[in-house]
């Protein structure tokens, strides 16, 4: 079995494969002061969970945002699963030209996606990934990667305004009634949520006013759903997208 971790600022996407078939998958919050022990625990707590044992993964490929925590998550990986784990961005072949003007500034995340919206749903593809940061990756007809833009979180910018606004409070972040709020709650919540579709909406509007033809719009990360049900311009949710990208990249450079 292939283990797939997809690391980023705030939460672990854990994936486990059997050759192409993604049969488990898990979230862990990210802390980046853990111990390997403490995350190697964790992992094999997780895989009994499925009646498993560290010698059922024969495998390990690591996609990280956070540099300190490749170190911590190459130890779990030798010292648990004894293997030399794969990390994107040391050297691997991706199969995607990058036109980025400096690709070592690449979050390892926005190739991996671009791997796997390629290859699942073709080129051109435009993915938006809802994590920490929304963000915004164009691929060309030609399947080249091109770049794309960087918003805040809706997570980040509803804490600032939680936190800077003295009369306001935290509220759900759910669909409201309207999007003219009769109540604070109704008003912060038309503001987060629609005010969020505004902003995919026009961004990706301009991405294919600049890419041309009729690219797909494939939409992943934690509010993916949510944010896709409120407008027509994503095509696609696929909320495993990392993980199959790493799939992908471990399977060009196996062996």
Known sequence: MLLALDIGNTSIHIGLFEGER?????????ETEK?????????????????LGPDDIQACIIGCDVP????????????YFDVEPLVVGHGLRTGVRILYDNPKQLGA?????????????????IVVDFGTATVFDAVNEAGDYLGGA??????????????RAAMLYRVQLERPPAAIGKNTIHAMQA????????????????????????????????LANQIAAETNCIDIVDSDLTLTGLRLIYELNKG
Not at 68 to 79: A, N
Not at 110 to 125: F, H, K, M, Q, S
Not at 150 to 163: D, K, N, Q, V
């Open 22 to 30: 993604l049969s488990a998958t898990w979230r862990i919050g990210v």
């Open 35 to 51: 111990l390997p022990d403490e995350y190697g625990v964790l992992l094999m707590t997780l895989l009994f969970t499925r009646r």
């Open 68 to 79: 300190p925590l490749i170190p911590t998550f190459e130890t779990v990986c030798r010292k």
């Open 109 to 125: 995340d926005r190739i991996i996606d671009a791997v796997a919206a390629i290859r699942l749903y073709g080129a051109p593809v």
């Open 150 to 163: 960087i918003a805040p979180g809706i997570g980040i910018a509803s804490e600032a305004l939680f936190s």
């Open 191 to 222: 503001g987060i949520v629609f005010g969020y579709v505004g902003l995919v909406e026009g961004l990706v509007q301009r991405f294919k006013n600049e890419l041309g033809g009729n690219p797909k719009v494939v939409a992943t990360g934690g």
